[in-house]
């Protein structure tokens, strides 16, 4: 819950004000729709190939690079995404993505972000 907060709290106090809170409440219902959605075997988890297109909803382009370093991150050994692994992922994505102030493409966002935290992963 702590990265939770950090990444969606802006004022550098530690805790979510009331618009704050209501803004990642929103994106939890959004993308629990899209979890539900796109678990098409309704397993509670998703399979590597439910995996793209519930993030292409989501709005998130992503390619074959993409797709292995979230399967390194965030994949169980049976190749899915569980539900809390999902909201995470999406979070992490999207704090990425609004930390950046740009158009740069999420490949270069992971390759920043792999370079910094996850060193065994390389290109």
């Known amino acids: 819950m702590t990265l939770t907060v950090v990444t969606s ?14 803004g990642l409440w929103e994106k939890f219902r959004k993308w629990t729709y899209i979890f539900v959605k796109f678990d098409k075997n309704k397993s ?7 995996i793209t297109p519930a993030l292409t909803a989501a709005g998130l382009r992503v390619d074959e690079f993409v797709i292995q370093l979230i399967s390194m991150r965030y994949m ?5 995404v569980s539900y809390p692994g999902f909201l995470q992922l999406l979070l992490k994505l999207d704090t990425m993505i609004l930390a950046s102030h740009d158009d740069v493409q999420l490949r270069e966002l992971f390759r920043v972000w792999d370079a ?6 390389q290109e």
């Open 116 to 121: 910094l935290q996850s060193p065994r992963v």
């Open 76 to 80: 169980e050994p049976d190749m899915t």
């Open 44 to 50: 509670k988890s998703l399979d590597h190939r439910e």
């Open 9 to 22: 709290q802006s004022n550098g106090s530690g805790q979510l004000d009331w618009e704050e809170f209501q």
